[in-house]
């Protein structure tokens, strides 16, 4: 059984198209690496959720979509990368926030985040990426993608999305769903679309219940004849490696290595995604310098 994954579908005789996730997996394996707090996983959660729907919408093989989003709140920024396999990886600025909940009761993502802009960047592959950016609307991420698609995109969207924090701040539930409006969707289906959306719960509420993401599909697009194209997993993934770290490293050039081994005699590597930290000895950097003479 999948534990965590995606459902990909169209409804409306394909006029609408739609994802649902369920995330609870990768958002604690998240929460355990970056150590946030509720707010700030709430935070990640998101996000990365919205990452690994995103990554189901590249087209090519090796692109890469980064959602960052940088605000004046107390947390300052998330960044969030995901493949066109819907594997994920992301890390925050500063882990650790503690804020009051909200006028809703809610932890306050909005506040952790602040204002600011969301910035979405598309590795296609081609020299530049493609880079589309707003300012955020509310810094609740749900609303400012709504308003990056319809502004960014020219694709009316609903994006919803939750993580629910256990009292031992544990990820309880998280997931979320994109639906889509294309071009030659009929007013009639837009109107039941709009009626479906304004009568069912939050999407922490349904996954609480024990709605799985099939169940949500036909909830949230009850009457227009939503088809499950396909169910890919998603998963907490980063690709580093002392490979490409050392890559990197070596991208620096000579003068900037052999500052480091006279200076430091060794150095030492932080990956932000996943912290794993990678040493190099004073004679791996010599070896480094000593490849680049040649």
């Known amino acids: 059984m999948l534990e965590d994954y995606i459902i990909r579908?169209?409804?409306?005789?394909?006029?609408i198209r739609a994802f649902v996730a369920t995330t609870r997996q990768m958002v604690q394996t998240a929460r355990e690496i970056h150590d946030t707090s509720p707010v700030v996983s709430a935070a990640l959660g998101r996000t990365m959720t919205a990452a690994a729907m995103m990554g189901l919408m590249l087209?090519?093989?090796?692109?890469?979509?980064?959602i960052q989003l940088?605000?004046?709140?107390?947390?300052k920024g998330v960044v969030v990368t995901a493949d066109h396999k819907a594997n994920v990886k992301g890390y925050v600025h500063q882990?650790?926030?503690?804020l009051p909940l909200n006028q809703k009761g809610k932890l306050d993502v909005g506040g952790c985040i602040g204002s600011g802009m969301l910035s979405i960047i598309k590795d296609m592959g081609l020299k530049e990426p493609y880079i589309g950016q707003v300012p955020l609307v509310t810094g609740e991420i749900a609303e400012d993608l709504t308003y990056y698609f319809f502004h960014s995109e020219q694709t009316p969207s609903v994006v919803a999305l939750g993580v629910l924090v256990d009292r031992d701040t544990s990820i309880k539930q998280s997931g979320g769903f994109i639906i889509q409006v294309m071009p030659s969707a009929e007013e009639d289906s837009i109107e039941k679309l709009e009626k479906q959306l304004s009568l069912i719960p939050s999407i922490t509420e349904m996954m609480?219940?024990?709605?799985?993401?099939e169940q949500i599909l036909d909830k949230v697009l009850e009457g227009l004849n939503p088809v499950i194209l396909d169910k890919v997993p998603t998963q907490f993934y980063c690709?580093?490696?002392r490979e490409r770290v050392e890559k990197a490293l070596i991208s620096i050039g000579i003068q900037d290595l052999q500052e480091i081994v006279e200076e430091e005699k060794k150095a030492t590597l932080h990956c932000h995604f996943c912290n794993k930290e990678f040493l190099f000895k004073e004679q791996e950097l010599r070896d480094m310098i000593e490849r680049l003479t040649e």
Not at 70 to 75: A, T, V
């Open 208 to 213: 609480d219940e024990g709605n799985t993401p």
């Open 95 to 98: 882990p650790y926030v503690e």
């Open 239 to 241: 690709n580093c490696s």
């Open 59 to 66: 087209k090519g093989e090796d692109d890469l979509i980064t």
């Open 70 to 75: 940088k605000g004046d709140g107390p947390m």
């Open 9 to 15: 579908a169209i409804a409306a005789e394909g006029s």
